[in-house]
């Protein structure tokens, strides 16, 4: 027998200078064993080892440690103040399949967006893209900041969702990256800052995630979505192409996660559909208010119309499709999520399906 | 009045913001690793404020609106607090370096190993999967508290959260890929006073995360070549210690920064690297430390099992020596050597020791 060999009983171990002589009390200390999870055909993926009881995704956490989910716990650790403990408020079933496709799909600004290609624009369009560049930087710079204060204050039970936002947050420091090196590599600047009425109304949902996730994704996300695949279709050149492709893509999975999670929301939170409500007549009211700002709407007529001129006419009501489009494709996500809106829209947004 | 009309006066074309905008005519141009953060610190959008006044959110140099809410509540907004001289060139090198756990660690290198040598990896793993996200958590509540004035430095810190998340996922993947699975949870990052998590000034929580914390990480990463048994391990091991090192180059920049720029601190920061130096030789913070089960964990790992455990032990011996030797590099380098010299820490006596 080794006298190293596994024992309680550590007398006849040789001492090392410097090093308690082992005790192996660690060994055999665990809730499960014998799980061998093989690779599939796209590799080993987070979803994949979720087996046995590592796969058991409790409805509450109690455990305000960073005990690993399937871990054993130790007695007496301190707690950490995690304040999201239930399933219902973070929870989207997507969560480790959007966490490896963000992977999968990681762009570099730097190197793989082809800004020699930049050409020069005339002036009143160069100035409308910066002042677009100039809005979505405070866009991402709120989801990154919205995204970051909850982060941390989820709890263990449920890393799938917070291995998720931490590609959200990356994605949204890319996108403030490359935002930023658009409005500055094209004879341009950056333009007036937002005067910030949703970014506001997201950053003030202090009272849990799912209220954050409300104003972010479904109101706020649900638009950008429109605005990026307006700048798309009316991109300058392939630089600009290949970024508000890959800042759509991004913003998709950032998407899918709110409102599968706003789903699981409002299906296993007994009131939860009737906070959202409540949430969205306010919101809708900020958000209307907004959209009436005259820059971002006259930067998004001019870049449509091709400069001034075209943006009095036919960029302005390219600019008010784009409005209806969002108010449509936001009707039918509330009531996907048994939250209907359609009868009672605010007022000022029910003008933009009148026009 | 026709559609068309009531249209046109509701929605006119405003260019007023045009005048408006900030710094015009910036022109930054890729160099030869593409267009970095670098490159676009053009004129004054490179002028970095030594007090941030930025209430609102607003990208750096973009032009103050008066009417725009004061949605930021930084606590962060003095350069000295965070700032480091390489920020860019950290980014960028993380968004070049980024992995894929799930397909680039080949694991079907894996193979079946005698039973201590498998939980004594899986009670590695379950050590980092613990830990590893503590340096998710931490830096990402910091993103949130910290001026977008400071874009540079919240976006390394971004990518950092994307890094972690990756460790986490990688080590729990091991333990549950081979015949394993998850052990006790260490509880060594828990909230105590004193620990990262806790901490309420980002140099001090630097200092113990970047600095002590995964200053002793990287060096038994960069050692995993030793301890891997296999290479879907070693690789594994390499590519963390790869992004570990971006994390500690973070810590060692920022607290030189911060010694040349705020020298009234000194003395503080001297406080906290007096506590980091307890937990490095003795915490259970240091998989590696004296008073870690990790330690016996490694042992067999390095021997290559129990019977070998003598031989393991002496290479952790190794491990340790190399981890005071590249933590004390670190200090000197950050610009805090005298406290090696006048005896205030106990690390070159503890390093003299292990000779």
Redesign the interface.
């Known amino acids: 027998m ?5 024992s309680k009983d550590s007398e006849t171990a ?1 001492p ?1 200078q ?3 002589n ?18 599939g055909e ?5 979803g ?2 979720n ?2 009881i ?1 796969g058991e995704v409790p409805e509450r956490w109690e455990d305000q ?4 989910r ?5 007695p ?6 995690y304040s999201l403990r239930s399933k219902h408020e973070m929870w989207a079933d997507c969560a480790a399949n959007l ?2 496709e963000a ?2 799909r ?1 762009w ?6 082809p ?2 290609l930049l050409a020069e624009l005339p002036e ?1 369009v160069e ?1 409308s893209v ?2 677009i560049c ?1 809005e979505l ?2 866009c991402a ?2 989801e ?6 909850w ?2 204050q989820m709890s ?1 039970g449920y ?1 799938e969702v ?2 998720y936002l ?2 959200a ?2 994605d ?3 996108h ?2 490359v935002l ?2 658009r ?15 949703v ?2 109304m997201i ?2 949902s202090s009272g849990g995630w799912t209220e954050a996730v409300v104003y972010l994704y479904l109101l706020r996300g649900t638009y950008l979505t429109r605005l990026l695949a307006g700048l798309l279709e009316y991109a300058h050149n392939d630089a600009e192409s290949y970024i508000y492709s890959h800042m759509l893509e991004d913003h998709a999975r950032h998407l899918t996660y709110g409102y599968d999670h706003l789903k699981y929301a409002a299906t296993h939170h007994k009131g939860g559909a009737a906070i959202m409500r409540t949430l969205l007549a306010i919101g809708e009211g900020m958000f209307a208010a907004e959209i009436e700002d ?2 971002v ?3 998004m ?2 870049i449509f119309g091709g400069g ?1 001129e075209g ?2 006419t036919f ?3 390219r ?2 499709l784009l409005i209806r489009e969002f108010l449509q494709d936001y009707l039918e996500l509330c009531s996907w999520l048994g939250v209907d809106r359609e009868e009672t829209l605010h007022p000022k947004l029910k003008q933009y399906l009148e ?1 | 009045m026709s ?1 068309a009309i009531d ?2 006066e509701q ?5 007023s ?2 005048e ?11 160099g030869k ?5 670098d490159d ?1 610190k ?2 004054s ?1 490179g002028d970095l404020p030594k007090n941030s006044d930025n209430m ?4 750096r ?5 008066p ?3 004061r ?2 509540a930084y606590s962060v907004h003095t350069l000295s607090e965070i700032w480091l001289e390489n920020a860019e060139f950290l ?2 090198e993380a ?2 370096r ?1 992995w ?4 680039d ?1 080949p ?2 290198t894996l193979k079946p190993l005698p039973d ?1 040598v498998e ?1 004594a990896e ?2 590695l793993c ?1 050590f980092f ?3 590893e ?2 340096a ?3 830096p ?2 910091w ?2 508290k910290t001026t ?1 004035d400071y ?1 540079e430095a ?2 390394v810190l ?2 950092q ?2 890094d ?3 460790h ?2 990688v080590f ?2 091991r ?13 060594a ?4 006073v004193g620990s990262i ?1 806790l901490a309420r000034d980002f140099t001090e929580m630097s200092t113990r995360l970047h600095i002590s914390g995964e200053g002793a990480v990287l060096t038994m990463f960069r050692m995993g070549e030793l301890f891997g048994q296999n290479d879907a391990e070693k690789t594994m091991y390499r590519l963390c210690a790869q992004d570990e090192a971006r994390h500690v180059a973070f810590g060692v920049m920022h607290l030189r920064f911060m010694g040349a720029t705020a020298p009234e601190r000194c003395e503080e920061i001297e406080c906290y690297l007096d506590e980091a130096e307890d937990q490095l030789l003795a915490g259970q913070q240091n998989p590696a430390g ?2 870690s ?1 990790t ?3 490694l ?1 067999i790992l390095l021997g290559g099992g ?5 031989e393991g ?2 290479k ?2 190794v491990i340790r020596r190399r981890q005071l030797k590249e933590y004390m590099k670190r200090v000197i380098s950050a610009g805090f050597s005298t406290r090696f010299e006048n005896g205030r820490s106990p690390i070159p006596a503890a390093y003299a ?2 000779n």
Not at chain 1, 27 to 39: A, D, F, H, S, Y
Not at chain 1, 65 to 68: I, Y
Not at chain 1, 76 to 81: A, D, E, S
Request: contains cysteine; charged residues 25%.
């Open positions: 080794s006298e190293n060999e596994p040789k090392i410097g090093v308690p082992p005790t192996y009390e660690w060994m055999g200390l665990t809730n499960e064993w014998g799980i061998r999870v093989k690779p796209h590799g080993l993926r987070l994949d080892v087996v046995g590592y440690t960073r005990r690993p399937g871990a054993l716990p130790r007496g650790i301190p707690p950490l103040p966490y490896e992977i999968q990681r570099i600004p730097a190197t793989e967006v800004w020699d009143d100035r910066c002042q100039t930087s405070q710079n709120t990154l900041e919205i995204i970051t204060y982060q941390d263990y890393f917070k291995q931490a590609t947050t990356f949204c420091a890319r403030l990256e930023r090196k409005a500055l590599s094209n004879g341009g600047g950056l333009g007036l800052e937002s005067r910030g009425r970014n506001r950053l003030e005259p820059i709407k006259s930067a007529a001019i001034i943006g009095r960029g302005m009501e600019y008010l026009i | 559609e249209m046109q929605h006119e074309l405003d260019t913001w045009m408006k905008m900030g710094e015009w005519g910036a022109k930054a141009t890729p690793r593409g267009l970095t953060l676009i053009v004129g959008y609102t959110g607003r990208p140099g973009a032009t103050a609106r009417d725009a809410y949605v930021g980014y960028e968004l070049q980024q894929s756990s799930a397909t660690v694991w079907h201590a939980e899986c009670l379950t999967n613990e830990v996200f503590v998710g958590d931490v990402a509540r993103i949130a977008p874009l919240r976006n971004s990518a959260v994307m972690e998340a990756r986490m996922d729990r993947k333990a549950l890929a081979n015949g394993g699975g998850l052990m006790r949870m260490s509880g990052t828990s909230g105590f998590d004296t008073q089960e330690s016996e964990a042992a129990v019977e070998q455990y003598d032990h002496r952790l011996l020791s292990t």
